[in-house]
């Protein structure tokens, strides 16, 4: 049974933020930490609505549920709003998280450098497999999975409430019981399968073939109107799309 254990971000439900805007905000801080290391002080809603391929009074009214408006004819400060999203998504805590199945995608997830720069600290990293036991990936040891419930409960200071699921398929719905059980309550899952949860425990998925599929039904369309049938455009839908993502038709990762 998972645990009392309360790990998720205070931020957005309880007051009210649509999940669409959640979605967003991750969308809004990419743009607005690179306009940040370019030490750029402040920005238009348009500006950053088109860095982060999002309809600019869809970000105007984000940022109202934020507090946040705005100066007319200076727009928004970069550094208070980097400040504010990574607030309001509980990025300004650390977040230790597990992977679970380190083979080719564990091990390069877990060599990922950005999650470290977003507040996510790789706890430990875990595979069933005892001759990867002890192996160092990215500069840990290799856990054993007999190990996992240990891992989420003792890992300081209040256990390990993200997982992240890369085994095989057939592998994943147990993992998830496994990792729900111990006190996770977060999980973001590429293993091709779709998890059951109980409430409370969000599930994310990430498939880049769907991702794949998706650009290929829109290249199959747009072939289809080079060939005569009228305007070419981006993305099929008649408007300019940078990324089709939360404020697009089809989620990057999706939920599951
Ligand atoms: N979502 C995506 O876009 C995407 C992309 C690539 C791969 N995948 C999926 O990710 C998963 C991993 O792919 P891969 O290429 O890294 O496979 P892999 O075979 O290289 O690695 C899987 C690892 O999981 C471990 N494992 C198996 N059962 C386990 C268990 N019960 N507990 C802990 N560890 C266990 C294995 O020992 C192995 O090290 C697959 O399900 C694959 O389909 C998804």
Known sequence: MATGRNHRPAAS???????????????????????????????????????????????????????????????????????????????TQDWPVVIVGIGNLGAALANYGGFASRGFRIAALIDADPAMTGKQVAGLPVRHSDELEEIIRDTPPNGVSIGVIATPAGAAQPVCDRLVEAGVTSILNFAPTVLSVPEGVDVRKVDLSIELQILAFHEQRKAGEDAGAGPVTRGGSGKPTTETGPDGDIPAVMPA
């Open 13 to 91: 439900r309880g007051r009210g933020i649509p999940e669409a805007t959640v979605a967003r905000l991750p969308l809004y801080l990419r743009a607005l930490t690179a306009l940040s290391e370019r030490s750029v002080p402040t920005v238009s809603s348009e500006e950053l609505a088109a860095a982060a391929g999002v309809n600019s009074a869809k970000l105007r009214k984000d940022f109202s549920y934020l507090g946040s408006y705005g100066t007319r004819g200076v727009g928004y400060d970069v550094e208070y709003l980097v400040y504010q999203i990574s607030r309001e998504l509980g990025l």
